[in-house]
């Protein structure tokens, strides 16, 4: 295979110099025109393949991480990540692996009420966010999970979460909602679902806590 | 797609979160050994899942019957030793004492009605999706995490995000400060007495969550009354009712009396046909399937 | 010359991964017992000799760098984030949620008088925008968002931001809420309400940042 040279020293500084993942838009703006980025791309992630850094695809985007079995020996000097409590991690997991999700379908899982700051703790940490309302009564905030917790776990997709297909297939995914009315997998595609609205201002009347002074 | 695909096998370092392997409950012979407070458990269905785990078999053959035995024994026993237990719990307590008396008495066939068997097939697959998304939960932190398990570049020479904006704040920020400042503002000298009554929505809430979804005609009382204390129980009755009489107006739940003063059964409206509309809302409403599978 | 290539890739992901220069010393303490860290810093160098980043000494000690040939690669958006400040993100927050909203309203509710720039530096992200004027003494400037506000936080529309009980279930709001608190329901309608004015082209002169009393 051969890729011009000049354009792999261009994607390879321009990914090594970066702590953020980049998409081959990005990187296909700075080559010369013609120049084929995904080849480019390749053939970079093909020579990084045995070294200590690794050329790694996260959330549709590229980026330059250390090595996986170096853990060991990076981790030395990390500051504990914070703690997350088990209710945390467990709502984070049913957000991940049922977004988009309400607080109520969340307490449905878990058959346990939200405890105080659980979800305020999990936007806090950019991993989690606020998508839309629910197209039900009460019209419920729907959550989802952000790009920042494809970089932090690793993943290049919410489709690549571990064990997807093995709970698609036993139906543990599809909750309470009936199906046919959706597709039982876990989406952050930004654009909301069929089950979600932006909310329209002659539905607000009814919806306003204590509107009134 | 590419570069990580072995990434949970190579090594999964210590979690930054305790998971709790052993039983906290320890049984032996089907009794339970009240050694933990019932405060360690994260509501009832944890509990649930912490009996069934103690049965030892796949979770889609467990005893139901025996798990409601269990969990009632040990409702029981904690009962005779402290006096309040929350509602959850008690809640939980009558509708699986419901399920027993479903499982043990022979139904007489009436219109659509779930078995038995049909809800306590719902209730395993409830706990096995509990399970599973605890299992989802260990798998996903045992990650290799960035920064923590594998690095990003230390000296980023160039900050190139698409559409970076020049002003940073998160949504985040935006209503902690919003909710932080009204907070401060509201007038905290607000005392509250203890609760004496069910509120409408606190009892509509707890059967929603815990019972998920009334598929067949269901009569909460008659068990309610077991683990409710009597001067609770008018609160709790008038309660459950006025909540029930509101949801079939919305066109929510169904509700059936046979003789005038007889039991009152209550079931989610079936979301087929009329009702359609406000039954396949999404946050209430039940499958109709899932109690089959 | 024959480096051990584990040796190799150890120096790499820590060069790649450390905030700051490392020293040869820092380095050999990393490497397994006997390792000769100079000759595997050499050969790493020799290896990036050609690539986009190179393996640089400065002050004597070791970093990554991308090749001087490529450096205007870097010298692309070098404009540093600028936060806001605590004032300015709780002043719109305000806005976004009691839109239309004036200045007097603004400090009415956060009981402080707001700073000059606040508002002028707010205009200045784009988020926010002079709506009209209020038909009242003094017929003071009414302020909501744009939509670059709802881009920005991700959201699809106003009303996405959560209401009282969202921000309950949240853990954001906490304790016992007094009777008649509630969250306004906000609508960023460009219709003006009944309670505005269009503004007038000549208002818009005084109007501009920084240029308020």
Same mark, same amino acid.
């Given at each position: 295979?051969?890729?011009?040279?000049?354009?792999?020293?261009?994607?390879?500084?321009?990914?090594?110099?970066?702590?953020?993942?980049?998409?081959?838009?990005?990187?296909a703006?700075?080559?010369?025109h013609?120049?084929d980025?995904?080849a480019?791309?390749?053939?970079?992630?093909?020579?990084?393949?045995?070294?200590?850094?690794?050329?790694?695809?996260?959330?549709?985007?590229?980026?330059?991480?250390?090595?996986?079995?170096?853990?060991?020996?990076?981790?030395?000097?990390?500051?504990?990540?914070?703690r997350?409590?088990?209710a945390a991690?467990?709502?984070l997991?049913?957000?991940?692996?049922?977004?988009p999700?309400t607080r109520?379908?969340?307490?449905?899982?878990?058959?346990?009420?939200?405890?105080?700051?659980?979800?305020?703790?999990?936007?806090?940490?950019?991993?989690?966010?606020?998508?839309?309302?629910?197209?039900?009564?009460?019209?419920?905030?729907?959550?989802?999970?952000?790009?920042?917790?494809?970089t932090h776990?690793?993943?290049?997709?919410?489709?690549?979460?571990?064990?997807?297909?093995?709970?698609?297939?036993?139906?543990?995914?599809?909750?309470?909602?009936?199906?046919?009315?959706?597709?039982?997998?876990?989406?952050?595609?930004?654009?909301?679902?069929?089950?979600?609205?932006?909310?329209?201002s002659?539905?607000?009347?009814?919806?306003?806590?204590?509107?009134?002074? | 797609?590419?570069?990580?695909?072995?990434?949970?096998?190579?090594?999964?370092?210590?979690?930054?979160?305790?998971?709790?392997?052993?039983p906290?409950?320890?049984?032996?012979?089907?009794?339970?050994?009240?050694?933990?407070?019932?405060?360690?458990?994260?509501?009832?269905?944890?509990?649930?899942?912490?009996?069934?785990?103690?049965?030892?078999?796949?979770?889609?053959?467990?005893?139901i019957l025996?798990?409601?035995?269990?969990?009632?024994?040990? $409702?029981?026993?904690?009962?005779t030793?402290?006096?309040?237990?929350?509602?959850?719990?008690?809640v939980?307590?009558?509708?699986?004492?419901?399920?027993?008396?479903?499982?043990?008495?022979?139904?007489?066939?009436?219109?659509?009605?779930?078995?038995?068997?049909e809800?306590?097939?719902?209730?395993?697959?409830?706990?096995?999706r509990?399970?599973?998304?605890?299992?989802?939960?260990?798998?996903?932190?045992?990650?290799? %995490?960035?920064?923590?398990?594998?690095?990003?570049?230390?000296?980023?020479?160039?900050?190139?995000?698409?559409?970076?904006?020049?002003?940073?704040?998160?949504?985040?920020?935006?209503?902690?400060?919003?909710?932080?400042?009204?907070?401060?503002?509201? $007038?905290?000298?607000?005392r509250v007495?203890?609760?004496?009554?069910?509120a409408?929505?606190?009892? %509509?809430?707890?059967?929603?969550?815990?019972?998920?979804?009334?598929?067949?005609?269901?009569?909460?009382?008659?068990?309610?009354a077991?683990?409710?204390p009597?001067?609770?129980?008018?609160?709790v009755?008038?309660?459950?009712f006025?909540a029930?009489?509101?949801?079939?107006r919305?066109?929510?739940?169904?509700?059936?009396?046979?003789?005038?003063?007889?039991?009152?059964?209550?079931?989610?409206?079936?979301?087929?046909?009329?009702?359609?509309g406000?039954?396949?809302?999404?946050?209430?409403?039940?499958?109709?399937?899932?109690?089959?599978?």
């Open positions: 295979m051969s890729v011009d040279h000049d354009h792999l020293r261009i994607v390879e500084a321009l990914l090594f110099a970066s702590a953020e993942p980049l998409s081959t838009a990005v990187l703006e700075r080559l010369p013609g120049a980025a995904e480019v791309i390749e053939e970079l992630q093909r020579q990084y393949e045995t070294r200590g850094v690794r050329l790694v695809r996260v959330a549709g985007k590229w980026m330059f991480r250390t090595a996986e079995d170096l853990s060991y020996l990076m981790s030395r000097e990390v500051e504990e990540p914070r997350l409590s088990r991690v467990e709502t997991a049913i957000i991940a692996y049922h977004q999700v109520a379908e969340i307490e449905a899982i878990r058959g346990v009420s939200a405890s105080k700051g659980t979800l305020g703790m999990l936007l806090e940490t950019g991993w989690i966010r606020l998508r839309g309302r629910r197209r039900a009564p009460g019209r419920p905030v729907t959550y989802g999970t952000t790009e920042a917790f494809l776990f690793g993943l290049d997709a919410i489709q690549d979460l571990p064990g997807l297909d093995d709970l698609k297939g036993a139906g543990l995914l599809e909750g309470q909602i009936p199906p046919g009315f959706h597709i039982p997998l876990p989406s952050d595609d930004p654009a909301l679902t069929d089950s979600e609205d932006p909310l329209e002659e539905d607000l009347a009814d919806l306003a806590p204590n509107d009134e002074e | 797609m590419v570069g990580d695909g072995e990434a949970t096998g190579a090594t999964v370092p210590a979690d930054t979160w305790e998971v709790e392997d052993q906290r409950l320890p049984i032996e012979d089907g009794e339970p050994k009240l050694i933990v407070d019932v405060d360690g458990f994260e509501g009832p269905l944890d509990l649930l899942l912490a009996l069934s785990r103690a049965q030892k078999v796949d979770l889609a053959r467990i005893s025996e798990l409601a035995d269990q969990y009632l024994q040990f $409702i029981e026993a904690v009962r030793r402290r006096l309040e237990l929350a509602a959850d719990y008690l939980m307590a009558a509708w699986l004492a419901y399920l027993k008396s479903r499982l043990l008495l022979p139904v007489p066939p009436k219109d659509d009605e779930p078995t038995g068997e809800l306590a097939a719902e209730l395993a697959r409830r706990l096995r509990l399970e599973a998304m605890r299992d989802a939960a260990v798998a996903l932190m045992g990650r290799n %995490r960035l920064g923590r398990d594998v690095f990003r570049r230390g000296m980023p020479e160039l900050m190139v995000v698409e559409n970076r904006p020049v002003f940073e704040a998160s949504l985040y920020e935006l209503l902690t400060a919003y909710a932080d400042h009204r907070q401060r503002r509201m $007038i905290t000298s607000v007495e203890r609760r004496q009554v069910w409408l929505a606190q009892a %509509r809430e707890i059967l929603e969550r815990l019972v998920g979804e009334l598929n067949d005609w269901t009569s909460l009382d008659v068990f309610l077991t683990y409710i009597a001067e609770e129980r008018a609160t009755l008038a309660s459950s006025s029930s009489l509101e949801m079939v919305e066109g929510q739940l169904e509700l059936r009396q046979s003789r005038a003063f007889g039991t009152l059964y209550l079931r989610r409206a079936r979301g087929d046909d009329a009702q359609g406000s039954a396949r809302g999404g946050g209430v409403a039940g499958t109709e399937d899932d109690g089959k599978r």
